[in-house]
């Protein structure tokens, strides 16, 4: 008697809602980063939103065709619509190794060209001038003060990012090599830096530090409306408005604290700072990101078409 042919293993091609949640946990679950995890679940169900508001339409690559021309059309960033493309890659394959999605399927999602991204979008950077009265103007006596100054003092002076500037512990602040440093700090994927302090933000780290009575945990603290320290530690968005608050106060509009980390670069290197020793202290990987920062590929302190002007007519 032959054997028994065993029945093929049938692969859906149409999701259902619990399908796409299941793989949406699997996906966030392979994720180690706080922040990827954050932008991945928001495109996901962003994805999964659109897809079952759609008629029963088959999960393969015309669908993500189609939704990557609706995010063209809600005129998105190109780098924005490859996010939102890559989190949808990403939730196809692990449907496939979740056995709900055929591996062929999966596969035509990575056919799928994204948006083309045309150049980078221009920094804003502040002069030395601007900087030094931006971080001025924080000053003063009050806990709340001392705390907002210090933390600008901390984003020029050191070029964090604003997660790292909230989640920087006490501990992590050490004398190496007869300079106040960050040790060992634990960036953008999972990259570790050691990132030196100057001295004239340290003073003023000194003074919201001591004021706090803070001496371990989170260095910035939420503080209440009775100017009483409490809490273990500050939030991102925070740090996003005290920077738009001091920048408003002096008539500086669209900073964001992204922007003071690309100050510190700029001014490092109109300082004489080297390429190499920039880079280590932002922690980029590519030199090439960190020359973006410094605005290096177009100078517009001092742009070339300014060399030049066309003479007035003559009077008559």
């Known amino acids: 008697m ?6 093929p293993k049938h692969r859906r091609t149409v999701l259902r809602l619990s399908d796409l949640d299941h793989s949406k946990s699997a996906v966030l679950n392979s994720l180690t980063s706080l922040a990827s995890r954050r932008t991945y679940e928001y495109a996901i169900e962003e994805f999964i939103s659109w897809y079952c508001s759609e008629p029963r339409l088959a999960f393969n690559r015309v669908v993500v065709t189609r939704y990557r021309m609706q995010l063209e059309a809600r005129c ?3 780098a924005t619509i490859n996010q939102r493309l890559a989190a949808v890659r990403r939730l196809a ?6 056995g ?9 999602f990575q056919r799928v060209k994204g948006a083309k991204q045309l150049g980078h979008r221009s920094g804003n950077w502040l002069s030395l001038e601007q900087s030094s009265c931006l971080v001025n103007c924080a000053s003063g006596d009050g806990l709340q003060r001392r705390r907002d100054c210090a933390m600008l003092a901390i984003l020029v002076g050191c070029g964090l990012r604003r997660a790292e500037l909230a989640h920087l512990p006490f501990e992590k602040i050490q004398i190496r090599q007869g300079h106040w440093v960050i040790v060992d700090l634990v960036g953008k994927g999972r990259h570790v830096r050691t990132i030196a302090i100057p001295t004239w933000a340290k003073d003023k780290l000194d003074r919201w530090t001591a004021a706090a009575n803070i001496s371990s945990g989170r260095v910035f603290r939420p503080i209440r409306k009775n100017g009483a320290v409490w809490g273990e530690g500050i939030c991102e968005n925070l740090v996003w408005h005290v920077v738009n ?17 690309r100050t510190c670069a700029k001014l490092c290197h109109t300082s004489g700072g080297e390429l190499q020793q920039i880079q280590f202290l932002l922690g980029h990987v590519s030199v090439q990101t960190t020359e973006r920062y410094l605005g290096c590929k177009q100078n517009l302190t001092h742009p070339v078409n300014d060399r030049f002007q066309i003479v007035p007519p003559s009077p008559a």
């Open 2 to 7: 032959a054997p028994k042919k065993s029945k």
């Open 76 to 78: 998105l960033a190109a």
């Open 93 to 98: 394959y692990e449907a496939s190794d979740c």
């Open 100 to 108: 709900l999605l055929s591996a062929d399927l999966a596969a035509g």
């Open 245 to 261: 608050k001091y920048c408003r106060n002096l008539g500086l509009e669209h900073v964001a604290p992204h922007d003071l980390r």
